[in-house]
């Protein structure tokens, strides 16, 4: 596949890292990014030197934490968010994270072999918020098929 999907989703926290309330969550990460990394379809994901995303600060506000990883498809993205052990936090999801009523989520197509970067990630939601679902940025919801070669 000349194309793969890259994704960001951003999500704020109901209280710091290190709060009771954020316990389980806190304690998951790690094997949910394992989880992330053995899923068939995986390719890449945004991590600091600890193997971590959550310490990494893409906007102003502390408590907005960021997850981005590149699949190989739709299909495999799918898989790990909505079949996979990764589903059963993601029910959970409001015990830990704010509602946010601006975009969370945006999947872009990328060339294969690209490494998106946060300001691009960034721009993605932006034009989410502005423009709503198209090709340039869109969710699980109005999904845009992967460009065509010329």
């Known amino acids: 596949m000349p194309y793969h999907l890259a994704q960001i989703n951003i999500a704020r926290l109901v209280a710091p890292m290190d709060d009771p309330r954020i316990k389980d969550f806190a304690q998951a990460i790690a094997a949910i990014n394992l989880l992330a990394e053995s899923s068939d379809g995986f390719l890449w994901r945004l991590k600091d030197e600890t193997g971590n995303a959550t310490s990494i600060q893409v ?3 502390p ?5 981005m990883s590149v699949w190989e498809s739709l299909e495999a993205l799918q ?3 909505f079949q996979s052990g990764h589903a059963q936090y993601l029910r959970r999801r ?3 994270f704010e509602t946010m009523t601006t975009p969370h989520l945006a999947l872009w197509w990328i060339p294969e072999g690209h490494t998106p970067t946060l300001e691009e990630a960034k721009q993605r939601l932006a034009a989410l ?3 709503g679902e198209t090709a340039f940025a ?3 919801h109005k999904v845009f098929p992967a460009p065509q070669l010329p």
């Open 63 to 67: 408590l907005l934490i960021v997850n």
């Open 94 to 96: 409001r015990e830990w």
């Open 129 to 131: 918020e502005a423009d």
């Open 138 to 140: 869109f969710t699980f």
């Open 59 to 61: 906007f102003d506000d």
């Open 79 to 81: 898989h790990y968010a």
